[in-house]
């Protein structure tokens, strides 16, 4: 079968082994805007009438980087850091190959529909498309296709893009000073920002380094930050989690039947399926007992492993971060149990990328 376009976090087999990177990370705040939303790209297939249901793995992840918006006095420090971190994925992970160049579709200025497997704007297309504040470069998209008054065409006006070759994942790279890196003393933000429709895969996300972190800290250590910045964008987010799949393709969370988006409950994506509320009935404080309340990651391949980490055959989860606001809550591992885990947004003195976040990408069913 021509599965072109299955994404899927393969590990290799020496990945088994604990990672060590000899840095300490800051705590980490991620500024995420409340109502992100990733925007589905209909991807083209070698087989148009052949849509992907399952995964499968081929040959090491392709990550191409884009910068834009570069200090001329980091611009080569910030890619020397984003040469190795992106080289440090491509040893570390596996997936099934995009065929030919990606291209993105068109923002559109209200409602869209698909037609024979293109998406066709209702009205008109934006005059510039978004990756969170990113504008992607002309060269990166789709023609405008629009339909007005029942006649659907394809904008004349627009050049043919040559789009991104060989590429499985499209980084977005700037350094500018934004809100987090001013008020909130982050190193670097993350995110996703395209999704394709098959299998919901991120395809696309955007990266800012603050230049103050990098003019301050050594290359080893913003490469560190660059690999947790990474893999939030590939898909450790709770904006990414709703649109898990497991091993057989099949959504992990609720959706809707109409859309076969995931499932909002007043305006927020219903987790069930790879998220859980807890309680720890008994939880010893100075002043004694109380019930605390937590939210527990539970697919399979991560509750396996977090499972033999602790010594726990019984245990139901393993605890994301539930603090440090809307930018870290549930984006990272409780620090109180995985102390100087790449994935947790505590100070470490040197950070380790553990089996328990190569399962989490495992389990994301990309």
């Given amino acids: 079968m021509a599965a072109a376009r299955v994404f899927y976090f393969k590990l290799f087999l020496a990945a088994v082994v604990t990672s060590s990177l000899a840095v300490r990370l800051h705590q980490h705040h991620h500024q995420y805007d409340s109502n992100h939303e990733i925007h589905r790209d209909y991807l083209q297939h070698a087989d148009v009438n052949e849509h992907v249901s399952t995964r499968a793995i081929n040959q090491p992840i392709r990550i191409s ?62 005059k510039f498309s978004q990756c969170s504040d990113f504008t992607i470069p002309a060269d990166h998209l789709q023609p405008c296709r629009v339909c007005n008054g029942g006649q659907c065409t394809i904008s004349a006006t627009d050049p043919k893009s040559p789009g991104v070759p060989n590429s499985d994942y499209i980084m977005y790279v700037v350094a500018v000073d934004s809100y987090s890196c001013s008020q909130r003393q ?35 250590y913003m490469t560190a930050v660059a690999k947790h910045e990474i893999i939030h964008a ?51 404080v100075a002043t004694g007992n109380i019930q605390h309340k937590v939210n527990m990651l539970f697919t399979k391949t991560v509750l396996a492993r977090a499972r033999i980490h ?30 100087n885990e790449l994935m947790t947004g505590s100070n470490a003195n040197s950070a380790r990328l553990s089996n328990i976040t190569l399962a989490l990408l495992q389990d994301t069913g990309w």
């Avoid at 080569?76 to 160049?101: C, D, H, R, S």
């Avoid at 993350?190 to 050594?218: H, K, M, Q, W, Y």
């Avoid at 091993?247 to 109409?258: A, E, F, I, L």
């Fill in 310 to 339: 602790f010594n726990c055959p019984t245990l139901p989860g393993l605890e994301l971060e539930n603090g440090g606001g809307s930018g870290s809550e549930l984006n990272h591992w409780e620090a109180r149990l995985l102390g």
């Fill in 234 to 284: 590939l898909g450790f987010s709770r904006f990414s989690f709703p649109f898990y799949r497991d091993q057989n393709g099949r959504p992990r969370t609720k959706r809707d039947p109409n859309t076969n988006e995931p499932l909002k409950v007043n305006g927020v994506y219903d987790l069930t399926g790879v998220v859980m509320p807890y309680t720890h009935y008994n939880w010893a």
């Fill in 65 to 126: 980087v884009h910068y834009d918006n570069l200090p001329a006095d980091i611009a080569n420090t910030v890619k020397t850091i984003m040469t190795a971190a992106t080289a440090y994925f491509k040893e570390l992970l596996k997936v099934k190959p995009i065929q030919g160049p990606l291209l993105f579709d068109r923002s559109c200025s209200s409602t869209s529909r698909l037609i024979d497997g293109k998406q066709y704007c209702d009205n008109s297309c934006f």
């Fill in 186 to 220: 982050a190193g670097a933000s993350a995110s996703s920002c395209r999704r394709e429709s098959d299998l919901d895969r991120p395809i696309a996300g955007l990266i800012n380094f603050c230049p103050r972190e990098v003019r301050g800290n050594t290359i080893e």
